[in-house]
Each structure stands twice: as structure tokens, then as C-alpha cells.
């Protein structure tokens, strides 16, 4: 097997579990935060910002490069990693989320069949497939194809879509073989469905493969449901297998996650909300594109040393966004970045220290005093 996992420490009164990844590239750190460069590429920054933000992980999208510039292109110009010059981990979604967000496909036990574009050539995305383009494009981890299902779903449709993902990645093994020096993880559905999350979960378990996910979550359910559906899966996962939570990215639902033994999480909103003049500070979040911050000469975040907070007022960053310029993005998500980087290691120090319960406590009172200041202005 090609990736190993260690559980080095675990918080006394909580599921949180500090551990270590091992990889033929190298290792890191859990619990662990990734960057999303869904076309090879860090939105507004170039991959090192991430690398000396800490990030050890990042996440590119199976399908969106198989689209653009294709995986044979990839391969050719020697994989993903010397491809976007990122020297450090690297993983895969299989395309499967991004499919079935598509307003128009077609689902059978084949796979999905969509139309990327109007009027374009309608493709067909199968587990073979996914695995193929996901092993030309050389990630250290890909993932099993599968099908996610929208908020709320039918139980029927939720069963059938759990059963056929189970079916998917047992053809995703065979696909994958273990003989690539890529690590395969399995992704666990249900919805909100607690039989459904053990039978998957059981039945992707039973596949030994190097690592497991659970998918399916923010998707609009909000942070109370996914704290119940993570509190009926994780049970049924394997204490010896990093556990990867999909697509779950605010501050609070990190938390979360890493409270009920989850590992890895990947999301855009870091560099999304940056985008939209969003920082993530110690105190909340903050929209410099307000009128307040036009004359504020404090760095945006007074206790962060990332390269914006050190050189750069809240005044300038809201006279950038406010003159439309591209410079704006780029500070304002070097700092996010670096934001998630330094939550991450204080929720790894906390843990080895045996006090996660604590550092949630108090880093949520400090994260939501203005939230909850505003609601009494109110």
C-alpha cells in the first residue's frame, strides 16, 4: 500500500484524533485543511502562497481537467504536480460531484452520461473512466466515482444512489488495481439517511482500500444536520484509515468535524470568499468592501503575520476592491490561506496537548463576539 496513517494522539474528552499521513512524496499532518486549485490552479495566487501558508495538500478536479487541457496533455508534460509546479501532495475528486450538479444528464449503471456545454458533444463519464483520467493526471490520492445526491432527497433515490455508489467503487478497485503508486479512497453516501450512511459505509470498508471519505454534506443541510449524520457515520468507519469529509469548509464546521474524528477537508470558500472582499480574522469574518474600513489604517487582521497583515492596511484593501482592482483578491486570499493554515495547527497543537474541547470553546466565543454584538445593535 502506498499511503499510510498513524493516529499519534487523541482528545480525551472528544473524537479528535492528531495523526500523520505517509505518502511515497511525503507526509503531513491531520487534521488538515486543502486548498482547492479545481483547474490546477490556486484561484488569484500561485501555488507556493498555499505552500508557505503550510499546506501540505491540495485539490484539482478530475473533470474539469479532463474538459481542459486534458489528461493526455497532462501526462505528457509530466503529471499534475510538475504541471502547476506544486511540490507537494496532491488529490483528485473523481468528477462525480461536479457531474451531478450538471441541470441535465442521464444516470444508469454505466455511469453519467452529460452535455458539458450548449450544444456541445455529450460525454460519458464512467468509474473506469474517472479512475483512468484521474491516473493519468498523477495525483497521490484519487477518488472512487460516485453519485451525490441534492438536499433533501427521497429515500428511495438516496438508497438507490448509495447502493450504485457501492457498486461504482468496487469497479473503481478494480480500475485502480493498487499497482499505480496512487492511493484509491472510497466515498461514503446516504443523505441524511442513518441506515443508508452505515450500509455504505460498511460496504465501502469491506473494500480495504488506503483511505475513506464522506460525501454528500454541504450540500445545504446546514451545520446541525451534518453534526448529526457525522455522529451516526464515523462509528462505522475504520479507526486506521484517514477519514476525508468533502466539500466542508467554514471555520465552525472544521470544528466540527475534527470534534467527531474526521482527518481531511477540502472547500473553496477560503479563496471564494476572498474574492468577494471576505477575510476570516480571529474575531469573525470581515467584508472590507464596507464603508467603515475606508480610512482604517489597521493591518485586516492585527493578530495574523501573513504577508497582507504585514504590509498592508484595512484602507488599501477597501480601496482596491472599490477601484476593481485584481490586486485585491490576491491579498485578500493570501491571507484567507493563511488564516485556515494557522486554524489548522492550533487545532493539531490543542489536540496533542489534550485540550481540543477547550481551544473550540474559546476560539468560537472569540469567532462569534460581533456576530453576536450585531444581533443586539439590531
Partial sequence: MSLSFEIVATDPSTRARLGVLRTPRGEAETPLFMPVATQAALKAVPPEIAREAGAKIILANAYHLHIQPGEDLVAALGGLHRFMNWPGLIITDSGGYQVFSLPERTISEEGVRFQFNKGGERVTLTPESSIAIQQKLGADIIMAFDECVAFPSPHKYAKEAAERTVRWAERCKQAWAGGTGQSLFGIVQGSTYPDLRRYCAEKIVELDLPGIAVGGLSVGEGLEVMNDVLGYTVEHLPADRPRYLMGVGLPEDILAYVEHGMDMSDCVIPTKYARSGILFTGVG???????????????????????????????????????????????????????YQDLMAGIRLAIRQGRFAAYKKDFLAAYTRQERKSRMVR
Fill in 285 to 339: 469574518r470581515m467584508r472590507i468592501t464596507k464603508r467603515e474600513y475606508r480610512k482604517d489604517k489597521f493591518p485586516p487582521d492585527t493578530n495574523c503575520s501573513c504577508y497582507t497583515c504585514a504590509n498592508y492596511s484595512r484602507a488599501y484593501l477597501h480601496h482596491l476592491f472599490a477601484a476593481d482592482e485584481i490586486l485585491g483578491h490576491t491579498l485578500a486570499t493570501i491571507h484567507n490561506l493563511r488564516f
